[in-house]
């Protein structure tokens, strides 16, 4: 969910008056769940080893699984990262956008693979058992959010719809109930600032941020009004963790990564990896102590023990 949005308050207000105050939430779709097999048995390592010189592109998303593992949201689905290197997830092989872990699982949008029962887009996807288990909670068939943060602990859904549905304009858009139905944001205060991003607060429900090229704004009401949270400083992409947040600013061709507590002014910067000319942060996230970065030309680097250690370059699988 970290492509450049780049809204402009007048384009935005011109979203919102189309949506109106009374613009109806969605009903949900009939859930569709894909069950893994009961067995008495060890269950499968449904993982296989990425081969050698495998390219992986599109990554939208990226996380931590509760078993400490990276895992990453590509073109062909989910890959994750082992001591001995990549793998990746042999069923519900998605084209994902959006994807972002939660306690137990993640949310994400998309398209489906060709073989999926799910229609185009995916619309809202709840995913537990590490991806192998399904649930569309909404929006199957209409919606794909490219732009799109769920609070890892509350689980509130903050969105920014590009094309309209059979029932939902363009706009930005909450939802406190897990994806089942949405509501419009009103996004008073923005006062002409581009947007970047969106990010859902770790654990507030009703906490979420906006980033771009003019610094952080800040909204403890669902998005309905924001205030300045970070000023002078352009934000590529940002993070939350519980009490706290981690961002990357831009200037000129360098970049500079702050990790910042919620209700104090202490910030600590933190080195970043080496990038390539031209590579540009889009992913971040961050937990305790470790961190993790992929960027617009599909590298991927894990920050542990202060240090960084690049599991993916250039989108090639070594």
């Known amino acids: 969910m970290r492509r450049t949005l780049l809204v402009p308050t007048l384009t935005m207000t011109i979203f919102l008056a189309s949506c109106g105050g009374a613009t109806p939430a969605n009903e949900p779709t009939t859930p569709v769940t894909e069950e893994k097999e009961t067995s008495t048995e060890q269950v499968p390592d449904r993982w296989t080893s990425t081969e050698t010189g495998t390219a992986v592109s599109h990554i939208h998303g990226a996380g931590f699984w509760p078993d400490g593992r990276p895992v990453i949201a590509t073109h062909t689905g989910l890959m994750e990262f082992r001591e001995d290197g990549w793998y990746e997830l042999s069923s519900n092989r998605h084209d994902y956008m959006g994807f972002e872990l939660v306690a137990d699982g993640f949310y994400a949008s998309g398209h489906p693979a060709q073989d999926s029962p799910y229609e185009n887009p995916l619309g809202v996807v709840r995913g537990t058992d590490k991806g192998e288990t399904l649930e569309i909670r909404s929006l199957e068939g209409e919606a794909d959010f490219h732009y799109m943060s769920a609070g890892f602990e509350s689980e509130s859904l903050y969105v920014y719809l590009e094309t309209a549905t059979s029932e939902l304009e363009p706009g930005f858009y909450r939802s406190l109930d897990g994806g089942k139905t949405f509501e419009p944001m009103n996004m008073n205060g923005i006062d002409g600032a581009g947007i970047a991003g969106i990010m859902a607060d770790a654990s507030e429900p009703k906490r979420v941020f906006v980033y771009g090229p003019d610094g952080i704004l800040v909204s403890n009401d669902g998005g309905d009004t924001f205030e300045l949270f970070i000023d002078g400083t352009s934000v590529v992409t940002m993070a939350s963790t519980n009490g706290s947040v981690a961002y990357i600013g831009q200037a000129d061709t360098s970049f ?39 960027t617009s030309g599909n590298s991927v680097y894990m920050y542990e023990d202060e240090e960084w250690t690049q599991l993916l370059q250039d989108g090639k699988v070594n």
């Open 256 to 294: 500079e990564l702050i990790v910042r507590e919620l209700g104090k002014e202490t910030e600590t910067s933190l080195p970043l990896p080496e990038l390539a000319a031209g590579d540009l942060p889009i992913e971040l996230v961050i937990e305790e102590d470790r961190l993790l970065l992929a």
